[in-house]
């Protein structure tokens, strides 16, 4: 639907190729807005027309997944742990709204694991990533949008947005656009920084975040950010990794710093530790978010008894089921 009046929209097609409409406009039935399809991917929203705080997160996460387009056989396990206790059986049949699906490699799982419909929105140039990535599955459809303005009907029977909601500037009103576009008895999931045991973080990182590393030209930051990547590539292959595969050494690295974190992507490659890294510090807007105030969110929606949870014990999982 419109997202400035909520009408309907008419579609005229001007080229397909096999199933998909490649260009064409979304017209408006009740006021003068139209949106045009290009490359595939209907646009309700340009990057580069928004709110300043908007704008340069779009651009860096944007210039991001055009840049990380790499696959790796680990996003599934990587996203159960961040929407449990959702499994992919959960997914079957259900129509579902990703918000913010950055290259499109979530979308993608919700469409293998057998989803209705799965559409994922992002404001930013990485659905130019993530429309080939989920083309050839012809459940999965992204679309160029804002968060706050989606185009859509309260008629998605699951939505859920891992990493998205504390990089907008009000992290609490772009949950709850998410949340407004579920059916009742729907079910959401989200997951976001925690502030608790990140103090190190805001107290250190977020610093040269906000002063440096968001504001540098990012081909300067992927060669930048290998130092710290480095670190860690280092200290997870020959410590968190080893250690935390061995029973007795499970009971060592318990005590370790930011073990359960470290552990949980010890397994991944060098490219993939480096996205991490570099996805951290490329956000020129980031808030770390405590679970009084998550609970508080999900108390607005009506979620009184929401199922949220320490995830590696630095961010919380949230999920629940909408009255
Ligand atoms: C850290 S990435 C996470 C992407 C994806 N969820 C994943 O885990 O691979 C954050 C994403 O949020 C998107 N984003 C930021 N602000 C947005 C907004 N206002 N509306 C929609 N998407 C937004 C960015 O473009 C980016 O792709
Ligand atoms: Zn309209």
């Known amino acids: 639907m419109c997202p400035a009046c909520g009408g309907s929209l008419d579609l005229s097609v001007s080229k397909t190729e096999a199933e998909e409409i490649i260009e064409g406009q979304l017209r408006c039935t009740a006021c ?4 045009p399809i290009i490359r595939g991917i209907p646009r309700f929203a340009d990057p580069g027309a928004v709110e300043s705080d908007k704008q340069a997160t779009a651009e860096n996460f944007g210039w ?16 159960l742990g961040w929407i449990a206790p959702v499994t992919p059986e959960f997914f079957r049949d259900k129509v579902v709204l990703e918000g913010g699906c ?14 209705r419909e799965v559409i994922g929105i992002d404001l930013s140039e990485a659905v130019e990533t993530a429309f080939p990535a989920t083309r050839s599955l012809p459940n999965a459809h992204i679309i160029q949008a ?25 992290p609490r009103q772009g949950f709850l656009s998410l949340a407004s576009k579920v059916k009742p008895g729907g079910h959401l999931s989200a997951w976001i920084y925690g502030a608790e045991n990140n103090e190190w973080i805001t107290r ?5 975040r906000e002063r ?4 540098i030209n990012p081909r300067l930051l992927v060669q930048l950010s290998k130092i710290p990547a480095a670190m860690i590539f280092l200290a997870t292959k020959t410590v968190y990794g080893p250690l935390n595969r061995s029973a007795r050494g499970t009971a060592i690295a318990r005590h ?23 996805d951290h510090l490329v956000a020129p807007t ?38």
């Open 204 to 208: 250190f990182v977020n610093p040269v």
């Open 64 to 79: 991001q997944w055009r840049h990380f387009t790499q696959e790796d056989q680990r996003y599934a396990e990587q996203l």
């Open 102 to 115: 950055g290259k499109g490699r979530h979308t993608q799982l919700a469409a293998e694991w057998g989803a």
């Open 256 to 278: 370790l710093f930011y073990n359960d974190y470290l552990k949980s992507i010890a397994g991944f490659g060098w490219r993939e530790q480096h996205t991490i890294v570099f």
């Open 32 to 35: 003068a807005s139209s949106f």
């Open 286 to 323: 980031a808030f770390y978010i405590s679970r009084d105030e998550f609970a508080d969110w999900w108390r607005e929606i009506g979620v009184d008894d929401p199922d949220i949870n320490w995830h590696n014990q630095n961010s919380w999982r949230g999920f629940g089921r909408i009255p």
């Open 146 to 170: 804002d968060i706050y303005h989606l185009p859509l009907a309260r008629k998605f029977d699951y939505a859920f947005s891992v990493g998205v909601l504390h990089h907008l500037p009000n």
């Open 212 to 215: 440096v590393t968001s504001r």
